[in-house]
């Protein structure tokens, strides 16, 4: 089972006793941030829970998987997610 965003914004709603509409607020404000943040090059990281960071990638060949047929991959960006150590002990269990 998955938690989407509704869900999401249920559950924040309701543990931080929030409104809906409210708990949506800050929802969409994490991912305004994220994205900025990102956008400009710059790590979010929220100590214990998670870390997220823009990651170059270099260009490189592929294969088509139809075809067989090499392509080139130009250079780009990525992300990349860390859990942190409150993540990693929630698994744990």
């Given at each position: 089972?998955a938690?989407?965003?509704?869900d999401?914004?249920?559950?924040?709603?309701?543990?931080?006793?929030?409104?809906?509409?409210?708990?949506?607020?800050?929802?969409?404000?994490?991912q305004?941030?994220?994205?900025?943040?990102?956008?400009?090059?710059?790590?979010?990281?929220?100590?214990?829970?998670?870390?997220?960071?823009?990651?170059?990638?270099?260009?490189?060949t592929?294969?088509?998987?139809?075809?067989g047929?090499?392509?080139?991959?130009?250079?780009?960006f990525?992300?990349?997610?860390?859990?942190?150590?409150?993540?990693?002990?929630?698994?744990q269990?």
């Open positions: 089972m938690l989407n965003k509704s999401l914004v249920s559950a924040i709603a309701e543990k931080a006793e929030l409104t809906k509409a409210d708990a949506e607020k800050a929802v969409n404000a994490l305004d941030v994220l994205v900025e943040s990102l956008g400009k090059g710059e790590a979010v990281k929220v100590t214990g829970l998670l870390s997220v960071e823009r990651v170059e990638r270099a260009a490189r592929g294969r088509n998987p139809r075809t047929e090499e392509i080139a991959i130009p250079a780009g990525g992300v990349k997610v860390s859990a942190g150590s409150v993540l990693k002990k929630a698994v269990k």
